[in-house]
């Protein structure tokens, strides 16, 4: 035993820390890869998994930061941010989801979507309150719960329902502990947007159980067709139950940059504020104003949107062709699709796991699996690709190796 074996906080396991020997879907994923490349050398991966963004940041957005980052005023902390940054989001949000807010009293900058998440469960959560979680999804508000004593209930995300959470399957004993339901539209990883009428009935719900509503809306301005960006907050009343979690790392391709937002409501963005004032110190100043200068040009959305909703069409195309039932989404850079049941003459997948090792260790085709709700893969189109010329290669390639496996479905 060493000095720290009964030292580690419960929350992580006690005791018990580091002796797991249960391996995380992507180091899974990530192990497989490595022995592909082994195995086949010859074979280039196509990697359908990442999930982040394939450009860097615009040009004009890095040389604003260096221009910034030479000025001896930015220097200093950031500690909440600084007020060009909320008022050039408070724009932000009006012209592209038509949501006015106070710039001071409803929006503080993060240091990323995944670091406000993290903390908005230090604002609110006490032991045994309950967070309603949508699964598949997005795991850190949960996990940060778990952390602080609260408890889970899962909403499972079903085809048949749009891949929207029934707020009338949850048991009234477990609403009655409910403080926290955790959203996020567009969604990750199944690519479902939501509606007015779901946003709508969602501030019903938490209005009539007393639950705070967390939009976590990273994917929010990258939708396709006739989908416009949406708000949560947009919706009437909304502002009293909940709060709306923004990030440049999608929409803007700064992922790396770590910067994001929280708006609402007055009352949960001082809450917020005052966790972040004793957890960081704030984003650089210099990253802040060249953030700025994204939040105002949003045509860099449209060119990476629009790359996007090319490549899916691709996606979707090359699918259909080899027997997956899909169509297109309606946000995110993602397709979510039922995984094949087997090969023709050959193996059985029980899990969509077992499929997703297969196709990368036999085809260096890499997708991410989830298993939680039925057995579904998960395509990104954030591979990388030069031009257009290369996106057709790389999906044309993708299709020509799964076209082998003859895939019952």
């Not at 979680?133 to 899962?154: C, H």
């Not at 955790?182 to 938490?206: D, L, M, R, S």
């Not at 036999?362 to 989830?370: D, E, K, M, R």
Request: neutral net charge; glycine residues 6%.
């Amino acid at each position: 035993m060493t000095f720290f074996n009964d030292k580690i906080a419960n929350r992580l396991g006690g005791t018990s820390f580091g002796q797991t020997t249960e391996i995380y879907k992507f180091e899974i994923i990530k192990r497989a890869k490595a022995r592909a490349k082994k195995k086949h050398p010859e074979l280039e991966l196509i990697d359908m998994g990442v999930g982040e963004p394939d450009w860097m940041a615009d040009m004009q957005v890095v040389l604003k930061l260096c221009e910034e980052a030479k000025k001896i005023e930015n220097r200093w902390y950031a500690d909440n941010g600084i007020v060009e940054f909320q008022e050039a989001a408070a724009r932000y949000l009006s012209k592209i989801y038509h949501v006015d807010l106070n710039p001071i009293e409803n929006i503080v900058h993060g240091i990323g979507s995944k670091s406000i998440l993290a903390m908005l469960p230090i604002c609110f959560i006490n032991p045994g309150d309950i967070v309603l979680t949508t699964i598949p999804g997005y795991p850190v508000v949960a996990t940060y719960a778990r952390y602080l004593g609260g408890e889970i209930f899962n909403l499972p995300l079903y085809e048949h329902n749009q891949f929207l959470p029934d707020f009338k399957k949850i048991p009234n004993e477990i609403l009655k502990k409910s403080k926290l339901l955790y959203i996020n539209y567009p969604n990750n990883p199944t690519g479902a947007i939501a509606t007015k009428e779901f946003f709508e009935e969602t501030v019903e719900f938490a209005l009539k159980n007393n639950i705070i509503v967390i939009n976590d809306a990273a994917y929010g301005a990258l939708t396709y067709g006739n989908n416009k960006p949406l708000s949560f907050l947009s919706i009437e009343g909304a502002l009293e139950v909940g709060v709306e979690v923004h990030s440049l790392s999608k929409a803007f391709n700064m992922t790396g940059w770590r910067i994001g937002f929280l708006a609402g409501g007055e009352l949960p963005i001082r809450a917020y504020a005052t966790v972040k004032d004793n957890t960081d110190s704030g984003q650089f100043r210099a990253i802040q104003k060249a953030a700025i200068y994204a939040l105002e040009h949003p045509e860099i959305t449209e060119k990476t949107r629009a790359k996007y909703s090319r490549r899916l069409d691709l996606l979707v195309s090359a699918l259909k062709e080899i027997g997956f039932d899909i169509k297109k989404p309606g946000g995110s850079f993602f397709c979510y699709v039922k995984s094949p049941k087997g090969i023709q003459n050959g193996m059985i997948f029980s899990t969509a796991t077992q499929f997703s090792e297969y196709l990368i260790e036999n085809y260096l085709i890499s997708t991410v699996p989830w298993d939680e709700t039925g057995h579904y893969l998960r395509f990104s189109v954030t591979f990388e690709a030069q031009n257009e010329d290369d996106e057709i290669k790389v999906i044309s390639e993708m299709k020509k190796r799964l076209k082998k496996l003859d895939l019952i479905f």
